[in-house]
């Protein structure tokens, strides 16, 4: 299972080299990598759903794994038994992640000191960030901002590249590629970071509570 878990890292970083225009990417005419398909917005069960597909990646089991600190909110892999291949779902429950106590908070970096792309400065102030054991990837959380780092082991150049996240032709967030150093050893690895803020806006939110009031219907 690890071994399909580390190619999936990759897949994910690959696909945000070349994100399609609409998931609010600013540069025009990069192609789309094949098989892959994502990041897709959804909402359901009163929950914001970012669904990842990799068409030409086989598995015969799923896991899912909780996100630290919350209650409701959690990553999802699984089979994609529609389109074939796998799905990478995260499902954020936003009033769960604007609740989480950051306590003092602190000023943060990658978790190997570089900068952290989108913010100024590269340090995120008052924050908290948890390392995890798995696949050591990190989670990101600020007052206004969730966010999620997926370190991986291919060779970028030291290439590095970022783009907008929209949602609903509005803003929500920013995703980085930030490029391997092979001087300092340094991997690749990819960012996302979300406005909590920006998922909470009127039509947004009466997305959210009609799909409460309607389970297991994907808007």
């Given at each position: 299972?690890?071994?399909?878990l580390?190619?999936?890292?990759?897949?994910?970083?690959?696909?945000?080299v070349?994100?399609?225009?609409?998931?609010?990417?600013?540069?025009?005419?990069?192609?789309?990598?094949n098989?892959?398909?994502?990041?897709?917005?959804?909402?359901v069960?009163?929950?914001?759903?970012?669904?990842?597909?990799?068409?030409?990646?086989?598995?015969?089991?799923?896991?899912?794994?909780?996100?630290?600190?919350?209650?409701?909110?959690f990553m999802?892999?699984?089979?994609?038994?529609?389109?074939?291949?796998?799905?990478l779902?995260i499902?954020?429950d936003?009033?769960?992640?604007k609740?989480?106590?950051?306590?003092?908070?602190?000023?943060?970096?990658?978790?190997?000191?570089?900068?952290?792309?989108?913010?100024?400065?590269?340090?995120?102030?008052?924050?908290?960030?948890?390392?995890?054991?798995?696949?050591?990837?990190?989670?990101?959380?600020?007052?206004?901002?969730f966010?999620?780092?997926?370190?991986?082991?291919?060779e970028?150049?030291?290439?590095?590249?970022?783009?907008?996240v929209?949602?609903?032709?509005?803003?929500?967030?920013?995703?980085?590629?930030?490029?391997?150093?092979e001087?300092?050893?340094?991997?690749?690895?990819?960012?996302?970071?979300?406005?909590?803020?920006?998922?909470?806006?009127?039509?947004l939110?009466?997305?959210?509570?009609l799909?409460?009031?309607?389970?297991?219907?994907?808007?």
């Amino acid at each position: 299972m690890k071994r399909w878990l580390i190619s999936l890292k990759a897949m994910v970083l690959l696909f945000a080299v070349v994100l399609t225009p609409g998931c609010g990417q600013e540069a025009g005419g990069l192609p789309e990598i094949n098989g892959v398909k994502g990041p897709a917005f959804n909402v359901v069960d009163g929950q914001v759903l970012m669904t990842f597909k990799f068409l030409n990646m086989q598995v015969d089991a799923g896991l899912k794994v909780p996100i630290p600190k919350t209650k409701r909110s959690f990553m999802e892999f699984a089979p994609n038994m529609i389109d074939g291949g796998m799905l990478l779902q995260i499902y954020m429950d936003v009033e769960d992640l604007k609740s989480i106590s950051i306590g003092v908070g602190d000023g943060n970096y990658l978790p190997d000191g570089r900068a952290l792309p989108g913010v100024p400065g590269g340090r995120l102030e008052n924050s908290l960030r948890i390392d995890t054991e798995w696949n050591d990837v990190s989670f990101y959380y600020h007052k206004q901002l969730f966010g999620l780092w997926i370190p991986v082991g291919f060779e970028t150049a030291g290439i590095s590249g970022y783009w907008n996240v929209t949602m609903n032709q509005k803003r929500v967030g920013f995703l980085g590629l930030v490029g391997n150093d092979e001087i300092r050893g340094y991997k690749a690895g990819g960012v996302i970071l979300l406005n909590l803020d920006a998922l909470k806006d009127k039509k947004l939110n009466r997305l959210i509570e009609l799909s409460k009031r309607n389970p297991g219907v994907v808007f």
